[in-house]
């Protein structure tokens, strides 16, 4: 299927990746389900999603992810907007 839908490319482009899931969730839960949209529903809920779950929770990247919801300093704002104030 990747090299069908990649035309023998090294990498793939984002638009391929989604048409190829789709595909991929049709495959898979063509016995199971009455719709496109519903097989890639369960995909994602079956296998992406605890995939990302896992991902985050054993990963440093749920760390980095966290630090990102931290509040942002209010001398750190005044400072930023100084900067673009200069440019």
Do not use: C, Q, R
């Not at 839960?29 to 995939?51: G, I, K, M, R, V």
């Not at 980095?64 to 673009?84: G, N, Q, R, T």
Request: net charge negative.
């Amino acid at each position: 299927m990747f090299v069908k839908e990649n035309k023998h490319k090294l990498n793939m482009g984002f638009d391929t990746f989604l048409i190829l899931l789709a595909k991929i969730a049709e495959l898979k839960y063509a016995d199971t389900t009455n719709s496109p949209a519903e097989a890639l529903s369960l995909l994602l809920e079956n296998h992406l999603l605890p995939l990302y779950d896992n991902i985050i929770n054993e990963t440093d990247l749920g760390e980095e992810k966290l630090k990102f919801k931290e509040p942002i300093d209010e001398s750190a704002l005044i400072i930023l907007k100084d900067v673009v104030n200069i440019f």
